[in-house]
Nanobody, 124 residues
Framework: QLQLQESGPGLVKPSQTLSLTCTFS??????????WSWIRQPPGKDMEWMGAINYSGSAWYSPSLKSRTSISRDTSKNQFTLFLSSVTPEDTAVYYC????????????????WGQGTQVTVSS
């Protein structure tokens, strides 16, 4: 059973870079089954796909966030990390990491695995 857990700061100041790490077990990031993804949900809004990285290290990003987003992975630690630069209060959201079988998924599907989510607030 694949399990994922997000970790990182709950509060970030505007203009800083947000860094969130997803630690998983039950698979490796080189598994060809999954896109290792980050999705977020701002308060009162729909889920927003942010980006993903696959088994070979290729990455994809939302066009609206591409200039500020980077995803990396550490295969030795079974982790992948989201970096979001120049954050503003509009980046306040619950952030989820997920292992999904379809790129750009914003809702769990059969065969997908999601973390519980972590609240991030951007405020001075």
């Amino acid at each position: 059973q694949l399990q994922l857990q997000e970790s990182g700061p709950g509060l970030v100041k505007p203009s800083q870079t947000l860094s969130l790490t997803c630690t998983f077990s039950g698979a490796t990031s080189t598994s060809q089954n999954y896109f290792w993804s980050w999705i977020r949900q701002p308060p009162g809004k729909d889920m927003e796909w942010m980006g993903a990285i696959n088994y070979s290290g290729s990455a994809w990003y939302s066009p609206s966030l591409k200039s500020r987003t980077s995803i990396s992975r550490d295969t030795s630690k079974n982790q992948f990390t989201l970096f979001l630069s120049s954050v503003t209060p509009e980046d306040t959201a619950v952030y989820y990491c997920a292992a999904v079988t379809m790129l750009m998924s914003t809702a769990p599907r059969d065969g997908d695995y999601w973390g519980q989510g972590t609240q991030v607030t951007v405020s001075s």
